[in-house]
């Protein structure tokens, strides 16, 4: 969303968001505090989680994705200057300034301004640009950190966005659903189906440690030696897509092939230099990344595993939405469930603590409420759920009538109350409460 400050921007179908009005008037009160003047525009992006296909996007994989209510707003005023002027909300991210005309990412320190930089940065490169103006910005955000929601990707999108702004440019909308190549389709999902996202309140740091670029590195070790197996040019093969891709087999033949050809024990880097015929220089200097060159062992099988039975699971999610049948939700339900399982066993990246949140959003019988709704009781019993980065859960229940579902973990001391309505979605995401 972009856009000045007006009650024309929230009529019509923007007329139901008086909090985000309210949010934006406070952002432009403090924004004059700050810079002692008013910002000429104001752009949004929000959060967003995968409903299905976690963690092989950088694998060259289809994923699900969904937006969020909770956004990063950025108010901004361009300036004359070849200043870059950036303050945010929170206390916590200290203000940062530079010159647009040398912008500098310092990439082993995950500093909050370094996502606006990206951003920035990504248009001056996209249109070649040497000669942007300055401008002051304030950063405001509702999405959890280290949450899994993305909030460093809305921080980028949104100073992508605002750069585009200040040079009166447009570039055309996009979901990034596939990637090889770039295109986006809508999946219709299944009516009365709700989703709802807690939070574990389990923090992981992608940017603060190494986990991520691990799994990322067993990912592309794992595409090599499946490469390397069935005889193909292994060292131009960066992701598992492509041995797919070389090969022409389905996903399903894929997995029998990771069976054979990958075996379940963790490989050390020696293991893997044997197999692929190189030394234990080559593999430092020319495979592994600088984070992950003092790793003692790699999962390969079970990375490439995770890989491309969450890529098919992911397909016939889609082909479950198309058909519609009556059956749909809980098809899609046990699809999540082992969508989880494998992230769980397979990709590990989850944590007890999300594992019981799933455990919770599983349990039967959902109490009825006042309004006693005789179908309720013949509701779906089984909870779709899922995990994000160790933190986010997303679940998933059909019901025929509209009842209330109570759950309390004795382990996480949260408890969970969503309101499920009949025959359509719920617009706002449903109350979560924690003690």
């Keep these: 969303m972009r856009g000045s400050l007006g ?36 752009v949004r992006a929000p959060g ?19 937006a969020v209510e909770q956004d990063m707003l950025i108010a901004v005023e361009p300036v004359k200057t070849h200043t870059l002027q950036l303050a945010n909300t929170n206390s ?47 950063v405001d955000g509702t999405i959890p950190p280290s949450s899994g929601l993305s909030s460093s990707s809305a921080l980028v999108c949104c100073a992508g966005l605002v750069t585009l702004t200040v040079l009166g440019m447009n570039l055309s909308k996009a979901k990034l659903i596939e990637f090889s190549p770039l295109r986006a389709t809508d999946v219709k999902l299944p009516s009365g189906a709700v989703f709802v996202i807690a939070n574990s309140c389990v923090k992981m740091n992608k940017a603060a440690t190494s986990h991520f670029n691990i799994r990322v590195m067993e990912c592309r070790l794992a595409a090599k030696l499946l490469a390397k197996y069935k005889s193909l040019q292994w060292d131009k093969v960066l992701r598992l897509e492509e041995v797919q891709a070389h090969l022409g087999v389905s996903l399903e033949e894929m997995l029998l092939i990771t069976e054979d050809a990958l075996h379940p024990e963790p490989y050390s880097p020696e293991e893997v230099c044997r197999s692929l015929g190189i030394s234990l220089q080559e593999l430092r200097t020319q495979i592994l990344s600088p984070n992950t060159q003092d790793v003692l062992t790699f999962k390969l099988h079970q990375r490439a595993k995770h890989v491309y039975s969450e890529a098919a699971r992911v397909l016939r999610f889609k082909q479950i939405c198309e058909e519609a049948p009556d059956n749909a939700a809980q098809l899609l339900g046990e699809l999540m469930n082992q969508s989880h399982a494998s992230c ?34 013949n509701s779906f019993p089984t909870c779709s759920s899922h995990r994000y980065e160790n933190n986010t ?14 759950c309390e973990s004795p382990v996480t001391k ?13 617009k706002k995401i449903p109350n979560i409460s924690f003690f």
């Design 92 to 138: 916590l991210y200290l203000d940062f300034s530079t010159s647009t005309k040398n912008i500098q990412i310092d990439k082993t320190k995950p500093l909050w301004h370094n996502y606006f930089l990206c951003g920035f940065k990504g248009i001056q490169e996209h249109f070649g640009l040497s000669d942007l103006t300055g401008m002051n910005c304030l």
């Design 7 to 42: 009650p024309e921007a929230f009529r019509g179908e923007k007329g139901d968001m008086p909090v985000l009005y309210d949010r934006l008037l406070k952002l432009k009160e403090m924004f004059n505090s700050k810079f002692g003047s008013v910002p000429k525009f104001y």
């Design 414 to 426: 949260m408890r969970i109350t969503s309101y499920f309505l009949k025959g359509g979605f719920r």
């Design 48 to 66: 967003r989680v995968n409903i299905i296909g976690e963690h092989i996007d950088y694998c060259g994989y289809s994923v699900l994705p969904m």
């Design 393 to 406: 859960l997303l679940g998933m229940r059909r019901f025929p009538g509209r009842c209330t579902l109570q």
């Design 344 to 377: 769980r066993d397979m990709y590990e990246c989850s944590c007890p603590e999300l594992d019981q949140l799933v455990h919770i959003c599983r349990l039967k019988s959902p109490a009825e409420d006042d309004d006693d709704d005789s179908d309720a009781r």
